[in-house]
């Protein structure tokens, strides 16, 4: 009697096992799977895209309803509340970095480009963000920082010198334009592209590139490719950056005046 009530004990146990080991293994596998999503998700990072920023009394007289030109109480909202969510700026190399998986992602990081090389960036933004801590990168058309003066709204070469807070990289020399109703890096041969990107070396540092108006095509990319470029962003895309996106499409979500700070928010917290 005492071995057939050990047998059906044991037996017992190995039904039990044979129950219970299947669940444990599928919530094993669940928490996985629900890790390495998260892990996927969370890391991404917002590449933010403004363009100019002028004093309050400006934008109300000059630029009442002009989308790429930002109020400075405005654009300091966007900064402060930045500031008080935690959030910390990367450089263009340290973005790199994290695209090379030499560099982890802090859990709040947000990267803040300037496109078209605007003096604000200098005057206005730059000392916004000296206050709270926070790096940028301005991408200057070349031609136009050649031809500014000292009542130009353009950065003149003499301003790209400071680095301090503003880092300078191109947006191309004189590509942020149309020609016959077509964008110019589309009107441009690969010989003429070549041209664009060698005159812009002379003006700043061309590591990273910001297409003008985010338009690209497989001429530049394979330009910029040879010459060793190390990332080139778009815009318009209105999503994150991931690992998986191509070094010279990087996408950038679109800053502008109508965009309201939920809608700012949303960007951060988008997946």
């Known amino acids: 009697m005492t071995t057939i009530t050990a047998r059906k004990k044991i037996i017992k146990q190995y039904r039990n096992r044979r129950v219970i080991l299947p669940i444990i293994i599928s919530v094993y596998l669940l928490a996985a799977l629900f890790h390495i999503c998260f892990m996927q998700n969370n890391d991404k990072i917002a590449i933010l895209g403004f363009h100019n920023v002028v004093r309050d009394e400006v934008k109300r007289q000059e630029y ?3 989308m790429w030109v930002e109020s400075e ?3 300091r909202e966007r900064i402060a509340y930045l500031y008080e969510q935690g959030y910390t700026t990367w450089t263009m190399q340290e973005l790199y970095e994290w695209k090379c998986e030499k560099r982890k992602k802090p859990e709040k990081v947000v990267v803040l480009t300037f ?3 605007y003096r604000s960036s200098k005057d206005i933004i730059a000392p916004i963000l000296k206050e709270y801590g926070y790096r940028g990168t301005t991408f200057v058309v070349g031609s136009l920082v050649k031809q500014a003066d000292e009542t130009s709204i353009y950065l003149s070469e003499e301003d790209l010198k400071d680095q301090e807070t503003m880092e300078y990289y191109s947006h191309t020399y004189q590509m942020h334009d149309h020609y016959n109703h077509e964008y110019a890096v589309d009107h441009f041969s690969k010989q003429q592209l070549q041209k664009d990107y060698e005159q812009q070396l002379s003006i700043t540092d061309c590591s990273y590139v910001a297409y003008p108006f985010g338009h690209y095509n497989t001429e ?3 330009v910029l490719e040879e010459n060793g470029v190390k990332l080139a962003f778009g815009y318009h895309e209105n999503r994150k950056a991931s690992k998986t996106d191509h070094a010279y499409t990087l996408p950038r979500f679109s800053v ?3 965009t309201t ?3 700012m928010k949303a960007m951060l917290e988008s997946e």
């Open 73 to 75: 109480s405005v654009f």
């Open 115 to 117: 496109d078209d090389g």
């Open 261 to 263: 700070m939920d809608t």
């Open 64 to 66: 009442p309803y002009n």
């Open 220 to 222: 530049i990319t394979s």
């Open 256 to 258: 502008n005046a109508y």
